[in-house]
């Protein structure tokens, strides 16, 4: 069986991560949460930039291409786009390329650029995700982006409902049985989905910046029927699987 196994912080991945393993990078507040939202309003890639400067740099090459983002949960100067989900309609981004930079997730995801595949995870693509995952014969590993270089709640919430469904499919590591378990003693704690991801510091810092919609469209479970995988090598995300298209 393939093992699963989990991290709080990119920053706690054994270098390098390949050794086999697919990766999937977590940050339900909110860039995989938006990201997944891009591609459902049919944005074209997302290319993902680790600074402000990055970002501008790319867009340099890639005339037309649209910048977002955030810093502090706000749009930077001179962006098109935040990282609201909302604002990812398909008025705004359909058969668009993106350049979105974030302060831990899109960090997180160029730090797992040598694992054999990257996925990006969210509450809303869950259940998608996870069927693919229960498919692969290979080992996974949940990277969790953290807030502020500090683990976060949502994410590992996230990663223990993604566990949660591979049981079946997987052999699960320490890591990954402590978050099992914390996920379901959250859910009975809280009592459902949206009350655990709001009980997060970053959920609260987001309500407090006027973005409670945000938090609660990224608990709604399974809503995203979109796959987006990281290729390093082209340094786009795009769909690997779209299962629908919806108005966002
Ligand atoms: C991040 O990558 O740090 C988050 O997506 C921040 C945010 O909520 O906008």
């Keep these: 069986m393939p093992r699963v196994s989990a991290v709080l912080l990119p920053d706690h ?4 991560v390949q050794s086999g393993r697919v990766a999937v990078v977590i940050d339900v507040l909110r860039a995989t949460t938006t ?3 891009a591609f459902i309003s049919g944005a074209k890639s997302i290319t993902p930039a ?3 400067d990055a970002a501008r740099m790319i867009a340099h ?3 037309g291409a649209l910048l977002c983002g955030e810093r502090g949960g706000m749009k930077p100067e001179g962006f098109i786009l935040g990282n609201s989900p909302y604002e990812y309609s398909t008025e705004q981004v359909g058969d668009q390329e993106l350049i ?3 302060t831990n997730g899109t960090r997180a995801l160029q730090m797992c650029s040598d694992a054999l595949e990257v996925y990006t995870g969210s509450i809303t693509n869950l259940d998608l995700l996870s069927e693919v995952l229960q498919a692969d014969s290979r080992d996974v590993v949940l990277v ?3 807030t502020d270089l500090k683990p976060a709640m949502e994410d590992a919430f996230c ?3 993604i566990i949660d469904r591979l049981l079946d499919s997987h052999d699960l590591d320490d890591s990954a049985l402590l978050l099992h378990h914390a996920a379901a003693g959250a859910i009975s704690v809280f ?3 949206e009350d655990v991801v709001k009980s997060s510091f970053h959920a609260r810092r987001l309500i407090d910046l006027g973005f409670a919609k945000d938090v609660a469209l990224s608990s709604e479970l399974g809503s995203a029927r979109c796959l987006p995988v990281f290729d390093p090598a082209t340094g786009e995300i795009r769909p690997a699987i779209l299962q629908a298209r919806v108005d966002g």
Excluded at 13 to 16: D, S
């Design 13 to 16: 991945l054994e270098q390098p």
């Design 35 to 37: 990201i997944a939202q």
């Design 50 to 52: 680790a600074s402000l």
């Design 61 to 63: 090459g890639k005339p």
């Design 100 to 102: 979105l930079t974030t």
């Design 144 to 146: 969790c982006s953290g």
């Design 159 to 161: 990663a223990g409902l």
């Design 191 to 193: 009592g459902s989905i």
